[in-house]
């Protein structure tokens, strides 16, 4: 499948249109377009701003409440309490050295067990 970049735009409504599917699509399917290796970028209708990090982050939003409800609100309280550091320059460039490391190492265990 030839990954690709897929235009979509917001609406006032709140939808979001997939200009080349011709068709309104939702987070989930968003998701998956992005699961399956493609790019998105969102664009609002109105004014043509980039808005695809917000629809990003709400898509991330959602996949946390999905996944990480089990967390205690002792933990989640201390994340809030402690956002103004966790959320700095430092940590941000060493989440992205985390990921870009733990995706490589995900990389290299799946073509070692081809």
Do not use: P
């Not at 235009?7 to 998701?31: A, D, G, H, Q, S």
């Not at 109105?46 to 946390?64: A, P, R, S, W, Y």
């Not at 609100?73 to 956002?83: A, G, P, R, Y």
Request: no cysteine; hydrophobic share 40%; glycine share 2%.
């Amino acid at each position: 499948m030839q990954k690709k970049e897929i235009i979509l735009k917001k609406y006032e409504n709140r939808r979001i249109y997939n200009l080349e599917e011709k068709k309104y699509v939702n987070l989930n399917e968003i998701n998956e377009m992005i699961l399956q290796g493609n790019k998105v970028k969102i664009l609002d209708n109105k004014t043509g701003e980039d808005i695809t990090n917000i629809i990003l982050l709400q898509i991330i939003n959602n996949i946390l409440l999905e996944n990480l409800s089990h967390l205690s609100s002792n933990l989640l309280h201390q994340i809030i309490e402690m956002q103004n550091h966790l959320f700095g320059k430092d940590f941000i460039k060493f989440f992205e050295n985390t990921y870009t490391m733990a995706s490589n190492f995900i990389k290299l265990t799946k073509i070692s067990n081809e």
